[in-house]
Every structure is written in C-alpha cells, then in structure tokens.
C-alpha cells in the first residue's frame, strides 16, 4: 500500500495512491489524515488496504495524482530521529579531519533528536537567508513506526515499522562545526527536511525490504546529473529495528514517530572511500562526502555546497524501473 | 486564562481552568485540544477568555478541578527545544570539571532538541529501567509558541508566547557523558519530560511577566523537603524571545512548538555558586548542580541522584502564595 498527503491544511489530506504513483483515491470514508491512521493503525490499516486494492482494480473512483500536489507524508510530526548506520560515511568524517573514530560507533549507533514540526513537502523550494550556510543534501531511508514500548529489543521493533519513505536530511554544514563543539548537538544546522511524496508499507516492497533494511540503490541528483546511487542495503551497519531500539531505550516512541538512517553510503568496490559517478563509482548521498573524499585523496575539497538555483533530487527505482515512492525535488532559493 | 488538558485519549481533553484551580470548565463548544486552540489561536483564544470569565462569575457548568487527572497540557507536541538561558548553571557544570566555560556562551544561547512525542502528566510517575542512570530532576520554565516565522527577532518574538508552563526536564546524568561525548547531543538521557497541569496565558501572570522573563522563584521539592527556591527572572541570561529567535534561526516554528528556559539557577548573594536551602541559600533545582557546588566546595559530590521511591515535587506559587500552574509530582519507579 502506498500512501500521500495532499497539500491541505496543517496536516494534508490522506490518499492511497496506486502502485504506479498514476492514480489516487481520498481515504477519507476511513481517515483524514496519516497521523489519524497511525494513532488507530490496527483499525485503519486493513481497510485503507482493501481501498488500495479497489484503487487497483478500478472499482473506485480516483483521480490522478500529482506529486507536487503533495505534502510530506506526516507535514508535521510528533517525533523525527535520525541516525547514522551508514557507518562508512561517519569514518570519512572523521578521516577528513584527520581524526580517529571511536571503534564503539561501529556497535553504539549515533543517533540525533531532530526538528519534527514544520517538514517541507516534496516539490517545495529549500529557503535559507544565506548560502554561507553550507547547503547540503542529504539523502536517506525512514521509516514510520506505530507506538513502541520503552526498552524494545531489534526484532520487535522491527514488525513495529509502518511505513518506508526517502528523505532529504537538508543540512547547513558551516553551521556544524560550532554547533557541534557547543556539545548539545544539531539545531539552527538542520533546517526542515522534506520527505518523498509517498509512504510505502514494508510488504509493499516485497523483497528488497529484508530484516529492517532496504536494498535497492537510492537515486540521487544535483542540478539534474547523477550524483549518487549508493546501495541502501550495503555498508548499514544499523538496521531499522536497531535503531527504532536505540530511540527508545529510556523512553516508549509514540506511533508516527520517523527514524532516518542517516546518510546512505557505500566504500568503494575496492573498500576504499566511494568514487564519484563519473569515474565510475555509486557517488555519494550528500555533498559532504563528496568532499572528504576529496580531502582524503587530493588534500582539500573541491566540489562546492548548494547555490542558489540549484536543485536536487532523490528517488528510487523497483526492479522494473519505476519509481516507488515518487521523487523528492527541491531547489535551493534565498529566504526573503 | 490558565488552560488544561485531562487526560483522555491521545490529546487529552482541553479544560479553562479557574484562576484559583479550584474548578474547570470544558472547552468543547470552542475547540477539543490544545493543541487545536494554538492551531487556530486567533479563532478560539478570544472565545476560550470568555469562558474564563464565565467560568469565574460561576456562569457556566463547572466541575470540580484535581490536577491529578491532569495529562500534560500538550500530552504530545510537535517540538520541544530547551534552552539553557541561566548560564551560572552551565559555568559550574564547566567549573566542576576544571574546565573553562567559553566566552561565546553568554552571547550564544545553548539549545538542544528534545522528544516532544510523551510526555509524561504531571501526576505520572517516571518509570526507568535502571536507578544507575543517574536520575535527575530539572525544574524549569516553558512557554508554548503560536506559528513563529524564520529568522524572527526576540522582541517580535516575545509576542508570539502563547502559554507559559512549569516542566521536569528529566535528565539521566550517568549517560550523559557518554552521549554528548558522541557529539550529536541528548537522545536516550533525555527521557519523557512531565509539565504543570495548568499552562497560562502571559497577561494572568501579572507584572511578574515581564521581557520574557517569570520573576518568581521556582519551588522545587525532593521527598517533601525543600530542595531549591530559586528566583526564574534573576541570572536568565537570555529572555524567552532570544531563545525563540535562537531557535527559528534556520527553519519556522509550529503552533505548539514548546520552548524550556533551561535549568533554573541563581548565583548565591555573595555572587558565588549557589548555597543548599537548608543553610539558607536559594538551592537548585536540579541535583548536578547541588553536587557540582559540592564538588567545588569539597572536592566530591554528596548528594545521590534520585532512586526509586524518591519523589519531586515542582510548583510555582504568586505573591499571595496560591499556587499559579498546580504541581508536578512525579515517583521514580522501576520500569518492568
């Protein structure tokens, strides 16, 4: 089942969209909202099911849906954690700045409390005062998750994941660095994020999902050439059920909460640092890793941040070619 | 006004409250929850005074008001951003580490992102796994903001303050250390935060609200002793309308995003740390700095963090000693 929120108020107007993302029919006879059919999953699921497979069929009416008609998913969410399992990508950090990582950070998942109220929707513009920020992508899996008990083990959590989505951690690297040193982690660095236009159940994606990860290449443009295509499968050291465990060791999550995997990235053929798509490697999620590697090989970075008038985009492809959960498409533009 | 939310369902049941606390009044015929009145504030405040006044004059249906059937008065928001305003707490918790605090701190407020998704009521114990975590109190202010734009400044700000709260910021001192050292800031030593049953307009407070500022002590219990009595408007380094701004420098805040003051605490009247309410001081309002003081004092910290069984209790009363937002009063107990 594959499911939207069309631009509507403050918390959109839930449809269940056809497989080919062509189609859409209103859940409202069972739900208005997403979060409504989170908080009451058990109730809603089976029939927004049964919608999906009328929707198939042609035995309801529908219209046609446009992804730029949509909002995120959740445009406004009670909870959105974000963590790091692309182990790789932490490492080039650090080796860029020419520091150790711990050897914990390859069994203790860093993990961050992120900004959940005001979510970009997919097609919208990414507004910041200043490029002096650092504008950076960042692409990534999510995954929605019903109510979690406090103290969750893995596989439990696990059968707790609702919905998959892909997102675009937006992320102002020059603001990093100071935030970071002041010890209390992220907040004026990661400004709203957007997610892709529809949230996808796990079966939906048959056998690319498999034991809390996704294993298909996650699609990523800058100002329309190919810029990534790491494995979303690969190099995860943390699956989903360890991470939705990680959030919720001290305390339960609520249903709705989203928990990111961090930015999707790949070692090298080689089990080097990832070579960019033009020389023929899977590229890199988000900028910054373009530029480690770039530090790391030939002494400083090279490729820049995000300008004003760029765009970018993130998708991902099924075996056949199609798009599964619509694309993330976003141009970085001056706020007035 | 003064405002709760009974507990009911996900959302609680949104009640006008009597100024004295003594009975309560359904908000139903103007909106259901709070969360709903600060999503179309403009619509439903208005209305909601009215019945505040009619509750007051004994005009409408009323019932008997106990804060213990209180939910928080957002029992889930969508952003929960805390400050650390009163930065005399932050330099002892540098100084009781030999080191030094940097200057930018009195200039640059520190925030962290918290989970906003459960909270805990204010009657609700707080149930943890382990007493080993190092369970602290934070007593603190907290206001609830309507729909903040980005990049707001703090004078436009401080009029965008809907509400204005009590909270226990929860915090587990032992994993502490461990999690920022990993630099992405508080995640799992932060547990669910618990709020005063009633949350209140700014104009009930009279002059003790005045620039952003609650200038009144802050009462906090532990065991039924007094713990901490320290002043909220003295020592706040940055007003609620910096730390808005602060907040909403990089990204728009919702309806409802909540923001916290930071641990209360005051400099003691010789301008030194703090001294412990039973030798006359203010105290604090939070254990770490009762055994931050100690260990400046004399070399080690006495005082144990909570265990199971202890209980808080934090209140805020007027100048004519009737208590403004009602208790917190929380047990610590173990988590099955």
New interface residues.
């Given amino acids: 089942m594959k499911l939207a929120s069309l631009m509507h108020g ?1 918390d959109g107007r839930l449809v269940i969209v056809s497989g080919d993302l062509t189609r859409a029919t209103d859940a409202f006879p069972v739900v208005a909202t997403l979060q409504g059919a989170l ?1 009451d999953w058990d109730r809603c699921a089976p029939r927004l099911a049964d919608l999906a497979e009328s929707l198939e069929h042609g035995s309801v009416p529908s219209f046609r849906f446009h992804e730029h008609d949509c909002a995120s998913p959740l445009p ?4 959105w ?1 974000d963590g ?1 399992a692309y182990v790789n990508h932490v490492e080039l950090v650090r080796k860029a700045r020419g520091a150790e990582m711990p050897e914990s ?1 390859w069994t ?1 998942p ?9 979510f970009l929707g997919p097609r919208e513009a990414v ?3 200043s490029e002096d ?1 650092g504008i950076d992508l960042e692409a990534e899996i999510a995954v929605v998750t019903g109510d979690v008990p ?2 969750v083990m893995p596989e439990e959590a696990r059968g707790l994941i609702r919905l998959v989505m892909l997102v675009n951690d937006v992320s ?1 690297r020059n ?1 990093i660095p100071n935030e ?1 040193a ?8 990661k ?2 994020s957007a997610f892709s236009p529809a949230a996808v159940t796990p079966d939906e994606l048959g056998p690319a999902w498999k034991d809390g990860k996704l294993n298909l290449p996650l699609l990523a443009q800058v100002n329309g050439k190919p810029f990534g295509k790491p494995q979303a499968g690969v190099d995860m050291t943390f699956d989903f059920g360890v991470l939705i465990a ?2 919720a ?6 249903a ?2 989203i928990v990111g995997s961090g930015t999707v990235s790949n070692r090298d053929a080689d089990g080097g640092p990832g070579r960019p798509v033009a020389e023929g490697g899977l590229g890199y999620a988000c900028i910054a890793e373009q530029r480690m590697v770039e530090t790391i090989r030939h002494g400083a970075p090279k490729t820049p941040f995000l300008r004003f008038g760029d765009s970018v985009r993130i998708e991902m492809k099924d075996a056949a070619g199609h798009s599964i959960f619509g694309a993330i498409e976003q141009e970085i533009l001056p ?1 007035a």
Avoid: E
């Fill in positions: 403050r908080d406004r969410a009670y909870q954690v790091s950070f203790d860093l993990m961050y409390q992120g900004g959940s109220d005001s507004k910041l005062a920020y406090m103290g102002l603001l970071l002041k010890g209390f982690g992220f907040l004026q660095s400004p709203s990680h959030a060791k001290t305390r339960p999550l609520v709705g909460t706020y």
